[in-house]
């Protein structure tokens, strides 16, 4: 057998306390073709137990030592050879952006500039290039031109973090005093200091995503989706979706990332107005998206694409499947515990969705289960 045939390419994928990151490794692994290292801030982290990690890197948090942690990557690359470094939080893409130069004298990856990854973070430049573009986007209200106390808004508006933090910072008000009261409390708690979170009219309707990759500018494979059900219900990531195609999702959204020359994946997410049937740009996600696990399942295989770019491989075209996705220990339960009146949708999707339980490499599921009275502790108690 040829050397050709048997040869396993080594994999750094960032990360691994992130479910998207398990979604990784357990897809590639599963393939038995590469040797996967994953890199973690501490050991209590979900990928940590997965069967698939071969090598398990400790080094500097990406928030506390953003420095550290390139230079840390950069070290592991020395000492292994890597086909391709992936990285999948924000944080981690954003530093790895930055760090691009030195990554690629040891590896390969594929990432857009950090100026993209800068007008995809901040909300208020990314709604000011779907302005120039006529991408429609939830109305504004600016508490840095009027006084919180004299803004005029309809309710329910949402509040929501200006910057990308690397996890969700939103909230929802019904009444002026109520408004008022959660914008100081947001600012308080987050320490905002030039840019103030922003004030938003509340959209009814459904959630929708569009995933891409983009090589030279050019979107080269996309895939999409529609969320079920949300954890938190009034608005958070999807804990049960199912694949979909919209027309509009997918020309307002590659219009902004041809206009950014994007490279790389990206998610752009969109909500539609149940009065007007328009969707509604809401964010760009410059990153590996939590759902992945359905893009996966589905066919499209983003990481591959990346491993492929590695290579030099030219990219195929996919038709990607029609399959829905419930992740029970990421969301689903934690959405019944405050929904047991939809006890019966939970039942059904465990006989008509893949999810995120994998007998085969259970250990992760185990310690998602020992984490729910973690989640709860938090919720309640701080």
């Keep these: 057998m040829k050397e050709s045939q048997t040869k396993k390419y080594s994999v750094l994928v960032l990360d691994g306390d992130h479910k998207n990151t398990l979604a990784i490794v357990r897809h590639l692994g599963k393939t038995k073709q590469y040797e996967i290292d994953v890199v973690f801030s ?5 990928c940590y137990f997965s069967k698939y ?26 000492r292994k050879k890597y086909l391709v470094v992936i990285p999948v939080s924000y944080i981690s893409y954003k530093l790895c952006s930055k760090g691009k130069e030195s990554i690629l004298k040891h590896s390969h990856i594929t990432i857009t500039t950090p100026e993209n990854i800068d007008i995809a973070s901040n909300k208020a430049k990314t709604y000011k290039l779907a302005e120039e573009l006529g991408i429609p986007y939830p109305q504004i209200y600016n508490p840095e031109q009027v006084d919180i106390e004299d803004l005029e808004v309809s309710y329910p508006c949402v509040i929501k973090s200006p910057l990308e933090l690397g996890n969700s910072v939103i909230d929802y008000a019904h009444s002026r005093e109520e408004m008022i009261s959660k914008y100081k ?5 987050h320490d905002f200091n030039d840019n103030k979170p922003i004030i938003q009219k509340y959209i009814v309707g459904e959630g929708a995503g569009l995933f891409v990759y983009y090589k030279d500018g050019k979107c080269q494979n996309y895939f999409m989706h529609k969320r079920i059900r949300e954890y938190p219900p009034s608005g958070g990531p999807s804990v049960v979706a199912e694949a979909y195609y919209n027309e509009q999702i997918l020309k307002d959204g590659t219009r902004m990332l041809d206009e950014l020359q994007w490279e790389g994946v990206a998610m752009v997410e969109f909500k539609k107005d149940n009065k007007t049937g328009i969707y509604n740009l809401m964010e760009i996600n410059a990153k590996f998206w939590g759902s992945l696990d359905l893009a996966l399942v589905c066919g499209a295989n983003f990481p591959q694409l990346l491993i492929n770019d590695a290579l030099g491989k030219e990219i195929q075209k996919w038709n990607y499947k029609q399959k829905r996705f419930q992740w029970i220990l990421n969301g689903d339960l934690f959405y019944l515990f405050e929904r ?19 007998l085969r490499d259970i250990v992760p599921n185990l310690f998602q289960i020992i984490y729910i009275p973690v989640h709860y502790y938090k919720k309640w108690f701080k």
């Design 340 to 358: 047991p009146w939809r006890f019966c949708l939970f039942i059904r999707d465990l006989f008509v969705s893949k999810n995120d339980i994998w």
């Design 53 to 78: 990690v071969s090598q398990k890197h400790i080094i500097s948090h990406p928030k506390k030592n953003p420095a550290g942690y390139v230079d840390d990557i950069v070290k592991i690359l020395e």
């Design 185 to 189: 409390k947001m600012c308080a708690d």
């Design 42 to 46: 501490k050991k209590m982290s979900l």
